[in-house]
C-alpha cells in the first residue's frame, strides 16, 4: 500500500509537469490550429533562465525565498519574452501559409534553440553562454524538508510543485473563462478573421497566448530544475514529446484537457514502470498516443466539430 | 533584392564555417602549449584523440585528454620519438557515438592520424573500432571496459587495443566485494538500457553474484538522460534490497541517488568506473555517502610510481588525477613504447609492437595485452565517505 501511495506521489510530481508543459501546446492550438513543436525548448530555455539568473543573484552561496521568486518570475518572463519573439518572427508571417510551412518552421526553430545553446561559448563566467551540451548543475533554491507520513515520503519541494502547478492551472481557466482576453482568446480560437472583424486585435491575443504557454513552460521547468539539479539543452526534447501527447490525449485545444492528459500520463509511466517493466516507461506515452488517436481522435476532451460545407 | 539575400546567405555560411573553427580551438584548449603547435605532416608524429569534451560525460574527455597531453608532453621534451615531435589532435564527439565515428573518420582520412587514442565510453569506442580497423590505423581506448570493444564477432579487431580490464572481471569485483566484505544477500540492479557498458556490466554482474549465492530481487532500467527515477526506486524499496547496483555513468548515477535519498532509502548504491568524476560528488552533494564503486586506479595508493604521477599531475593541472587521466597517460606512453620499437611508423607495424607489448610499467599497473588486446590488471573497490572516494580494497584478476 505504502508502495502504491509513493507511486502516486511520483506520478503526481511528474504529471503536473507533463500538465503544465502540454498548457502551452494546447493554448497555442486553440488560437492558431498550430503545434508548436518549439514548445518543449522554451522549458528548456526556462531552465537556463533560471539557472543564469540564480548564479547572477548568488543562489548558491546564500538562497533566500525572495532570491527564489525573483528567479521563478524572472525566468517566467523570460520565457514570455521569447514565446512572443517567436511568434513574431518565426510563425507570424506565414500565418496565411499552408499549416505545414508552420508546422516544419516550429520544427526548425525547436533545433534552433536545441544546437544553438550547444555552441561554443560566446562569454565568459561561471556559466557561459552558449552553455553548451554539457550539463549543467542547478542551486537549489530553498533547502529541502522531507516528510514521510505512513512512510510515503514527500518533500517540500513536491507540495510546492504541485500547489504552484494547481495554482496556475486554476489561473489560466481563470483567465480563458473570465476575462476579456480570455473572451478575445476564446473568440480568435473560434474564428479569426470573424474576431478580426468584430474588432478584436487578432495579433495581440495571438501573442499573449505564446506569452501565457511559453510563461508555464518556464514554470514548469523550474519545478523539475529545482528537485531535479542537472539541466542540459536537450532536456526538452522528451518532456516536450510526452506533453504534446498529454494535450492529444485530453483533447488539442481543451485546457482542462491537457491538465487531466499530464496527470494521467504521468501516473501511467509511474505505474508501467513501477509494477511492470521499467524500459516501457517511455512506450506507454506512445501507446497511449496511438490508442487514443485510433479509438477517440478528437481526444478525452475534445469536440469532434462537423466540417461546415 | 536577390543579391540581398546573397549577401544575407554568404554571411551565414560565414558564420557557420566560424563557429566549426572556434569549436575546434576550444576542444584542444586547456592543455599544455608544448603539444599544440600544428605541423605538416611527416615532421611529426599525429595521435589523433577522439573524446568526449562536451555532453552528459564531459568530464571524462577532458581528464583522458590532460593524461594524454602529459605523457606526450613528456617523450617530446625527451626528443620525441625516432626524432619527432609528437602533435596531438583532439576532437570532441559530445558524447555522441555517431560523433565519434565522425571525428575517428576525421582523423585518419584527413589527418592522417598515425594513431587514434579514444574513447572512454565503450559505445563510442565500437563506434569507432571498425573505422581504425578498416583503415589499419591502431586504435588504443583508454578505459572502454566492454569486451566487444576489441571484437569483431568471435575473432579479436586486429587494430583495436585497450588498456584496461574489462567487464567480465569488473563485475566480478563488485560481485565479489558485495558477498565476501559487506556479506550482502540480497541486491537490485538499476541499469542504463541505451548504453552497451552499463547493460554488459550489469549482466556480469548478476552473473557472479548469483554464483556467489546472492540474490537479485529486482532489475529495473532506465535510459541515460531521464531526470526522473522515482518509479524504479520504489519499486526497488517495496523490494527492500541490502544494496542497489548501479553499473551507469555519473550524472544519472547522482540523480539516483539523490533520489533514492529522497525515498528514504538508505542502502549504500555500487557502480563501476564510470562513476569516476569529481562531478559525481557536486551533484550528489553527499547523497552517495556509504557507496562502492569499482575502478582502475587510487590516487591514494602509496605506490611510487602513482604517487610521481600524480604529483606530475598537480603541478600541470592543479587537480587529482581521475582513472581516466590516469588510463589516459598510460595509453598515450603504451602507444609512444611501441612506436619507439617499431620498425617504421606505417600503420602495421606500430600495430605490431603494440600487439607485443608486455610487461609496460603503466601508473595504473603493469600492462601486458593479451591475444584479446586486453590489459590484465588488479581493480581496486572506492567507498564514499564525506562526499569523496576513499580506497576500500583491491581485488586482483
Redesign the interface.
Known sequence: MT?FL??LV??L??GTIYALIALGYTMVYGVLKLINFAHGDVYMVGAFSGLYLARGLGVDQSPSLFKALLVFFGSIVVCAALGVIIERFAYRPLRHQPRLTALITAIGVSFLLEYGF????VTQGSVPFPP????R?FPEPFP?V?Y?PF?V?V?NYDMVSLAVAVGLMFLLQFIVYRTKFGTAMRAVSFDSSVAGLMGINVNRVISWTFALGSGLAAAAALL?AGS???I?P??GL?PGIKAFVAAVFGGIGNVPGAMVGGLVLGLA???V???AL??Y??GIAFAMLILVLLLRPAGLFGRVRAEKV | MKSLRALAMATLALAVVG?QQ??QE?SSSGAPAASQAAAPVGDTILFGHVGSM???E?TFGDSTDKGIKLAVDEQNKKGGIKGKQIVVKTLDD??KPEEAAVAATRLVTQDHANILLGEVASSRSLAMAPIADSNQVPMISPTSTNPKVTKDGDKTRPYVFRVCFIDPFQGTVMAKFARENLKITDVAILRD?GNDYSVGLADFFAKKFLDLGGKIVSD????A?D??F???L??I??KNPQAIYVPGYY?DV??IA??AR???MKQPLMGGDGWDSS?LY??AQGALDGSYFSNHYTPEDPSPVIQQFVTKYKAAYGAVPDALATLGYDAANVAIDAMQRAKDLSGPSIRDAIEQTKGYKGVSGVITLDSDHNAVKSAVVLGIQKNAAKYAATVNP
Not at chain 2, 220 to 223: A, F, L, M, R
Open positions: 508502495e509513493q507511486h511520483n506520478g510530481s511528474v550547444q555552441l561554443p561559448p553548451g551540451p554539457t550539463p548543475f529541502r522531507d514521510a512512510g515520503h518533500s523539475v531535479r539539479p542537472t542540459n536537450l532536456m522528451m509511466e509511474e505505474y514502470a513501477g509494477y521499467s524500459s516507461r517511455d | 563557429c572556434k569549436k576550444a562536451s555532453g552528459n564531459a559530445q558524447g538500457v529495473q532500467s532506465y535510459k538522460g531526470q526522473d522515482k518509479a524504479q520504489t519499486a524499496k517495496g550524472t547522482a540523480l539523490r533520489q529522497e525515498l528514504g562531478k557536486e551533484i
